[in-house]
Nanobody, 119 residues
Framework: QVQLVESGGGLVQAGGSLRLSCAAS????????MGWFRQAPGKEREFVAS????????RYADSVKGRFTISRDNAKNAVYLQMNSLKPEDTAVYTC????????????WGQGTQVTVSS
């Protein structure tokens, strides 16, 4: 299992930016895909973005394309989610996750960090 710890959430006005960080430990990450998910009150958890640790290939949900950027830092074993042009509908608990490349489902999860966007 990979241990994941998020940080960087907070309160921001619409149009503003936040950068979430996810520190990973416990495994060599070269065989992993790292992802960010979010869950708003009363809604199901949804995929936000992912990045393959080995080759840097990224994927995004349509709702965040062009506004959010996922990246990784090999030296720090960290994954980031840069969120720009934030909207009130981006308000949610954001959680970092990891899965092996050969596995479909994400099996390691962080504790989550709250992001609140005020209008």
């Amino acid at each position: 299992q990979v241990q994941l710890v998020e940080s960087g959430g907070g309160l921001v006005q619409a149009g503003g930016s936040l950068r979430l960080s996810c520190a990973a430990s416990g495994r060599t990450l070269s065989s992993y895909v790292m992802g960010w998910f979010r869950q708003a009150p009363g809604k199901e958890r949804e995929f936000v973005a992912s990045i393959s640790w080995s080759n840097g290939i990224t994927r995004y949900a349509d709702s965040v394309k062009g506004r959010f950027t996922i990246s990784r830092d090999n030296a720090k074993n960290a994954v980031y989610l840069q969120m720009n042009s934030l909207k009130p509908e981006d308000t949610a608990v954001y959680t970092c996750a990891a899965r092996l490349i050969i596995v479909r489902d994400f099996g390691s999860w962080g504790q989550g960090t709250q992001v609140t966007v005020s209008s």
